[in-house]
């Protein structure tokens, strides 16, 4: 149908991954393969399952730890960020966009996880970070952020 | 819906292990302590070391735990604790939240030290020294509910006399308990009034 979204914003209802500061979403798109990151979560063996959600538990409990997950300094990619873990010596990463969609609560940060990639050298490839950038700057994106949040009140979600 | 760590004993197991081991990896960076260091502390090979830290099982053992981190100057315990949480919809509590509390608050050692602490984050006020056996009349206000009751009514409610116990301060939570509402703050005591038990 001519001007249907085709992106989708799945927002993290399990685990409290919703809290009053913080919650946790996926970017879906069928059109676009390299939107992965939410197909590679749900087919991921037990042990980086667990390692991906303390990951994520760290995050959403306002945590540091650069091991598990970390955002950019620089100007451009400041809003990208990325969790990581291992299986064997093969380095994963889901990497997103931190926004805050909510006018009402303007201190609760969302992170739209994007794609999936495999790592194995220190340096990220811009190429990646590109193409969140120009996703998180993307209106029907934005719009699906909106759809996706619009009754979301932080701290009362479970 | 309940935390992933519902899901099995050793999803639990998993987490907790992950805390606990990020924990000695951030201590080993805060000395600039190498892992071949370590490994020769505890007379494991290098190998080894990075095996624990980045690819937990999930069954390493308690005496394992207690080596580590005895080898980096550091302490084990073990809580156990009530997060109002029974079905654990959120998960556990980060051990870096109960360090981070002890340590700000001083890194208390005994149980006299944890009272103090109580008494000043209350601000419930402290008793002068009295026997066990005397009554002495205390004027609570329930700060939150002031508005509502009124003053006049919440000191009707919350002026009562108790028994205190030797430990020499209010005990708090037999106010809430006789006033049928959580007790906020003590904000006067009055022992003017002290009078023997018999």
């Known amino acids: 149908m001519a001007g249907e979204n085709p992106y989708v914003v799945a927002l993290v209802k399990e685990q409290d991954a919703i809290n009053k500061r913080r919650g946790l979403a996926f970017l879906i798109c069928e059109n676009d393969k390299k939107i992965d990151a939410k197909s590679v979560f749900d087919r991921l063996k037990l042990k980086a399952d667990q390692q991906l959600r303390t990951g994520f538990d760290f995050w959403l409990t306002g945590k540091t730890n650069t091991k ?57 490839e811009p190429r990646l970070l590109k193409k969140v950038n120009d996703l998180r700057a993307n209106d029907l994106v934005r719009r699906a952020i909106t759809v996706a949040t619009k009754d979301l009140k932080p701290g009362e979600t479970k | 819906m309940a935390h992933w760590t519902e899901r099995s004993t050793d999803a639990f197991l998993y987490r907790i292990t992950a805390d606990l081991l990020d924990q000695l990896e951030e201590r080993i960076q805060s000395k600039s302590l ?49 997060d109002g949480d029974p079905d654990n919809q959120r998960g556990p509590i980060n051990s870096d939240i109960f360090r981070a509390c002890w340590e700000n608050s001083g890194q208390p050692a005994d149980f006299w030290s944890v009272q103090e602490l109580q008494c000043a984050a209350t601000n419930v006020a402290m008793l002068p020294a009295i026997s066990p056996t005397q009554i002495v009349k205390v004027s609570v206000v329930h700060v939150g509910q002031e508005p509502l009751l009124g003053s006049t009514r919440a000191n009707r409610l919350y002026e009562q006399q108790f028994a205190v116990s030797s430990a020499r301060r209010v005990p708090e939570i037999l106010f809430s308990k006789s006033a049928g509402l959580e007790t906020e703050a003590v904000t006067g005591v009055d022992n003017s009034n002290l009078t023997t038990f018999h």
């Open chain 1, 68 to 124: 598990r997950f970390h955002g950019w300094n620089e100007a451009e990619n400041r809003d990208c960020f990325v969790f990581k873990w291992k299986e064997g010596s093969q380095g994963h990463r889901l990497y997103g966009f931190l926004c805050h969609p909510l006018l009402e609560y303007p201190n609760f940060q969302l992170c739209v996880l994007v794609l999936h990639a495999t790592k194995n050298r220190r340096e990220t």
């Open chain 2, 34 to 82: 190498s892992k071949a260091e370590l490994a020769k502390k505890l007379g494991v090979s290098k190998g080894r070391i990075s095996q624990i830290l980045n690819n937990p099982k999930g069954n390493l053992s308690l005496k394992t735990i207690i080596r580590y981190a005895r080898a980096l100057g550091m302490k084990v315990t073990i809580v156990a604790y009530d």
